[in-house]
């Protein structure tokens, strides 16, 4: 049973880029929650989705972030003219069920590195 | 809001030694809590959750953590360090609901042969 899957595994853009990552969840699961890591800072809730539909997007910055999980295909999470600040690794994770009382599984994350 | 805590951003022991990684958490509700871990350049997994059945929960590879409600607190221990338990550790809180799960900044544990 393949867990979360991300892609790139790691992704370089120069400033001023789009920079799109991929997010496959497990297996029958509905729910997608994206989060930030910097370093000395742990993780950073972003955007929780359920197919086709935004749930919670109080993380998000909001400008040039946009997150979508679209019927079919995975979810994906937008960044639009990336500055240096952008740069570090952005988890997926994703649960079969509403609600944190499920715990999340995680993707190995793409590390996004902004030149 | 709910909220963490991690004392110390950084833990040392000698392998065999305990290991007691502190997390202090805040919530308006009675919460649900995690402990995961990372490993260098992987995701993070879980190593056990309380979600208010038994106060001592008991998770993967022999680590266990205390729910204290006078304390607001929910300690990580292993009675015996091993090498691989070297990582970066995460407490995390949720209120239930959509609420996102938040975590700590994370404790990194170094275990010394």
């Known amino acids: 049973n393949a867990g979360v899957m991300q892609n790139p595994r790691h992704l370089v853009r120069r400033r001023g880029q789009e920079a799109r990552l991929r997010c496959s969840p497990m297996k029958g699961h509905s729910h997608v929650y994206w989060y930030r890591q910097l370093p000395e800072e742990g993780l950073k809730f972003m955007v929780y989705?359920?197919?086709?539909?935004?749930?919670?997007e109080s993380g998000m910055p909001k400008e040039r972030f946009s997150a979508e999980f679209p019927k079919e295909g995975p979810s994906i999470l937008r960044i639009q003219q990336v500055v240096r600040g952008d740069s570090a690794a952005y988890f997926c994770a994703s649960s079969p069920s509403r609600g944190q009382s499920s715990p999340l599984h995680f993707g190995n994350g793409t590390r996004l590195t902004v030149t | 809001a709910q909220s963490v805590t991690q004392l110390g951003s950084h833990v040392s022991v000698s392998e065999g030694a305990l290991v007691l990684l502190r997390c202090n958490y805040s919530s308006s509700v009675p919460p649900y809590l995690f402990w995961y871990v990372q490993y260098p350049n992987q995701g993070l997994q879980l190593l056990l959750k309380y979600t208010s059945a038994a106060t001592l929960v008991k998770g993967i590879n022999g680590f266990e953590a205390e729910f204290k409600k006078s304390e607001t607190s929910f300690h990580l221990t292993k009675p015996s360090a091993h090498m691989s338990d070297a990582a970066e550790y995460f407490c995390?809180?949720?209120?239930?609901?959509?609420?996102?799960?938040?975590f700590g900044k994370g404790t990194r544990l170094s275990v010394i042969a």
């Open positions: 995390a809180v949720s209120e239930g609901g959509n609420t996102p799960l938040v």
């Open positions: 989705l359920q197919k086709e539909n935004i749930i919670d």
